[in-house]
């Protein structure tokens, strides 16, 4: 398959996921996943996705600008890098934001191994 198929279609499916149910993330995840998020680092989906739901937003809306891919090892793991514009509800001015996502193969489905993400301060 394309790598930038793939990453395009996650990519869609991620955002799309995280701004209308993020609890849905559980299963892009598994225990050994981890996610830093700001600098704080976090391991296991459960814990992603805890500290995912507890952000201190309840809607928003993630705008993408760009997405990149690499494949990335000989087991068909992918490196995908994002940015784009994230809009919070109520708020004048979108943050803009960095996410890099190691995506590892599993029988043939793609799981999220690590997750970088940070704001983009200018």
Do not use: W
Not at 30 to 39: A, V
Not at 91 to 114: D, I, P, T
């Amino acid at each position: 398959m394309d790598p930038d198929a793939v990453a395009k279609a996650f990519v869609e499916h991620y955002y799309t996921t995280f701004d209308s149910n993020r609890a849905g993330l559980v299963s892009l995840y598994q225990e050994g996943s981890m996610l830093t998020f700001e600098g704080q680092k976090i391991q296991g989906s459960q814990n992603i996705v805890a500290k995912l739901t507890s952000l201190p937003f309840q809607q928003c809306k993630h705008n993408i600008t760009t997405v990149d891919c690499q494949p990335s090892g000989p087991a068909g793991g992918m490196l995908v890098f994002v940015s784009g514009n994230l809009q919070l509800a109520g708020e004048q001015h979108a943050l803009k934001f960095s996410q890099m996502f190691h995506l590892v193969s599993n029988q043939g489905n793609y799981y999220v191994f690590n997750d970088i993400f940070r704001l983009n301060y200018a």
